[in-house]
Structures are given as structure tokens and as C-alpha cells.
């Protein structure tokens, strides 16, 4: 903590969208509402949409391979699988976790806090050796001047670490740090909290009556108690069978109070309203309703792709590029994120863009069939085009059943 104010003493702090150099606050500076409590990460996650919108966004992109790419686009490039960070971003982060793992427990912080940090462990020729995972909560990030400085706290120690030695993925906010998602969204969590508090009080021990029974005549302790062991039997289910009570009884059967039906539409609001923070549409995490997109559910999911998962793969990328390569070696090496697997789960439109891309020249039959784990076939890394749209003036004069005089072949 003695770092701590040492830094914020000599630079200052600015608020969640400040301007300045120390601390940026990335927190609320007031609740919305003065009795508002605060919602941290362990609470939060046991409310089920927020839990099933933080999973659902930490599997898929943890489904995305990541490649380090060696030349530029123009002149060509392929994956660098010998470079240290291809082994650490597609296939051994550390010596505990998978890649999948290392961008899912990445994925969690940025969602909830705002903000994923990951330690890059250097060897003896300063190439990075291991990328590590902070807790977003023992992260303390601020500014000197124009250079960053992370203070780690684990254990009752205080590590500090410079700006070349962390991976910082930051979300929405003043480009120092990111706005915490989980602490904005604190008047959401708590009406979904109190919701759910009366709801397990509405179903549970202190639930109220299902029906009544009346009788215009007084019982006594002994009828009373008689009465109430053969209809408790049977609310129970102790019993089978018919029930019979005389003396002129009668049963009428309660249904739910307006205010009651407006607690289960409450509980129903609460799951959109908190998709909405997270940019999930509902029906992806099992809720109930009608599509609000086009005409189905593929146009909900090509949403979900285009509007929440490309975006966060190409800031995520872009915090990857930033820590990893070097300024000077970034024309020649690009790190990115394979969005292609999405194409694995449709074959209709996997099948649509593997035909598109052989026929009109921009990749050879042999790397379709690599991308399906497929052998390569006898003659398939050439590339090929259909001749069937030539100029008018061309007409006739196409030919593609001889082969040209120097031997080459002429494929379509």
C-alpha cells in the first residue's frame, strides 16, 4: 500500500473517463442510488444470466485458435511455428493451463472487471518464456508521465512491474484503463438480487396458500386438528387416493396476485436487461421469448458474431500485438485471431465459402482439405478458376480442352 500512495501522491488520479497521469478510477465515484450495495464478482456470478452470459463469451473465444503470422499480407505470410510466442498463444501458455484455459480465465476479468492483465515471463534473451494470468481485482494499474506501471498484490507482497512485462486488455474507458463492467452494472445485479430473494420466499417455506377451505360452521380443537392432518397429508402427498371431509366443506383454489405475476415478469426483464450489459442476446443462454432479428435464430448468431465476438477478438489481438512484438518487427509479424472456426459448426456455409474460395482463385484445393483435416490430394495445390464469365469479345475464342504449347495444364 506504501507503493500505492507514493504514486498517487506524486501523479495524481483522474475519474473514470479522466485525463491524467496516476490512477484512473474505473469504478462508479457515486452509486446511482444511495442505498445501492455493491456487487462484487463472487456474489454476481450467482445470479444465472450473469453467469451464463460470462461463460458463454469465455468458451467461444477460448474456441478461436491464435497464430503468429510471419511476412505481410501483400507479399504473403504463414505461421512463424517456430517463434517462441506461436508455441505460447496456440499451444502452451504456461506450464499449468491450455491456450483455451489462458483466454477463457483472460475473457472472465475483461468481461467483469473491465480489464485482463498476464504477466510475460522473460528468459535470458528477454523473449517472452510464459504468459500468466492476473486476478483483475489484485491489479492496480497507473500512469508516470507516458509509461505504465502495474502493482501486483499476492500474499502480502507488493510486485511491481513495468508496462513491457504486462499483457493489459483493457475495455471501454479513457484508454488508460478499462471501465469494471460488474461494479457499473450494480443497480441491474441488485434489482436481479432482490428479485430473486422474493421469488425463494415467494416458493419457498413462507410461500403463501394455494386454496382455502371454508365451512360456515366452528370447529373445535379436536375436528380442526382432524381436518388439517387429512388435507396437510394430502398437500404432502402422504396420501392417495380421494380425500373426503364432511360437514359441509368447500375448497377454492387461489391463483397468483397481479403483484405476483409482476415478480415473475420482473425476473424475466432482469435476464434481457442484463444480456444487454454484456452484449449476449438472450435466447443464446436458454431464455424464453420470440427472435428479435431477421427472421431466426441464424440471424441472432450472425449478430452475436459481427457486433460482440469480432470486436473483442481484434481489441484482444491488438493488446497480444502491442506487449509481444516488438515496434521494429511489426511489418514483418502479425498475431490473430482465427474467427474461421465459427465456420466449423455450420456445413452449409462452410461447404459455400471453401467453393468460393477454390473457384475463384484464392486457395488451392489441397488447403480446403487441410482446413478439414484432410490428405492432400494428387494435384491439388494449384489455383483454380472457372472461365465460364469471359468478355464478349472473347466469346469462342477460350479453350480448355488442349493444353497450351508449354506443357502446362489448363485447369477450370
Request: contains cysteine.
Amino acid at each position: 500500500m506504501i507503493v500505492k500512495r507514493l504514486i498517487n501522491w506524486v501523479s495524481g488520479w483522474g475519474g473514470p473517463l479522466g485525463f491524467s497521469s496516476g490512477e484512473q478510477i474505473a469504478v462508479p465515484v457515486e452509486p446511482l442510488f444511495s442505498d445501492l450495495k455493491e456487487i462484487e464478482e463472487s456474489k454476481a456470478l450467482q445470479i444465472s444470466t450473469i453467469f451464463a452470459c460470462t461463460e458463454l463469451l469465455a468458451n467461444t473465444m477460448s474456441t478461436f485458435p491464435i497464430f503468429i503470422y510471419k511476412g505481410s499480407k501483400d507479399k504473403g505470410r504463414a505461421p512463424d511455428r517456430n517463434s517462441n510466442i506461436f508455441t505460447l498463444l496456440h499451444d502452451k501458455p504456461n506450464d499449468w493451463m491450455t491456450p483455451s484455459e489462458f483466454v477463457s480465465a483472460m475473457v472472465i476479468n475483461r468481461m467483469l472487471r473491465g480489464n485482463a492483465y498476464a504477466l510475460i515471463q522473460r528468459g535470458a534473451d528477454d523473449e517472452p518464456v510464459a504468459l500468466i494470468p492476473l486476478p483483475a481485482e489484485q491489479v492496480e494499474m497507473t500512469v508516470i508521465g507516458n509509461r505504465e506501471t502495474y502493482i501486483y498484490y499476492l500474499d502480502g507482497q507488493v510486485n511491481v512491474y513495468s508496462g513491457d512485462n504486462i499483457i493489459h486488455w483493457k475495455g471501454v474507458g479513457n484508454g488508460y484503463k478499462g471501465l469494471s463492467k460488474i461494479r457499473f452494472m450494480s443497480a441491474t445485479a441488485n434489482e436481479a438480487v432482490n428479485a430473486q430473494s422474493n421469488a425463494t420466499k415467494f416458493f419457498g417455506e413462507r410461500s403463501k396458500p394455494t386454496g382455502v377451505l371454508c365451512t360456515d360452521q366452528k370447529l373445535g380443537d379436536s375436528q380442526f386438528k382432524e381436518v388439517l392432518k387429512r388435507f396437510s397429508g394430502m398437500a404432502k402427498g402422504d396420501g392417495s387416493g380421494l380425500f373426503l371431509v364432511d360437514r359441509g366443506f368447500n375448497y377454492s383454489s387461489m391463483s397468483l396476485s397481479p403483484q405476483d405475476a409482476q415478480l415473475l415478469e420482473t425476473r424475466k426483464y432482469n435476464v434481457e436487461e442484463i444480456c444487454r450489459w454484456f452484449g449476449v442476446p438472450p435466447v443464446l443462454i436458454g431464455a424464453s421469448g420470440v427472435t428479435t432479428w431477421g427472421s431466426g435464430i441464424a440471424e441472432i448468431v450472425s449478430g452475436f458474431h459481427k457486433f460482440t465476438l469480432a470486436p473483442l477478438c481484434t481489441q484482444f489481438q491488438q493488446a497480444l500485438t502491442r506487449k509481444l512484438i516488438p515496434v521494429w518487427d511489426r511489418d514483418k509479424y502479425t498475431i490473430e485471431m482465427k474467427l474461421d472456426a465459427l465456420l466449423r459448426s455450420n456445413p452449409q456455409e462452410r461447404a459455400a465459402y471453401y467453393s468460393q474460395m477454390a473457384q475463384n482463385g484464392m486457395m488451392t484445393r489441397n488447403e480446403v482439405r487441410g482446413l478439414e483435416n484432410l490428405p492432400p490430394a494428387e494435384g491439388g495445390d494449384e489455383l483454380t478458376a472457372q472461365s465460364n464469365l469471359v468478355p464478349l469479345k472473347n466469346l469462342g475464342q477460350v479453350k480448355t480442352t488442349s493444353n497450351p504449347p508449354d506443357g502446362s495444364l489448363v485447369r477450370q
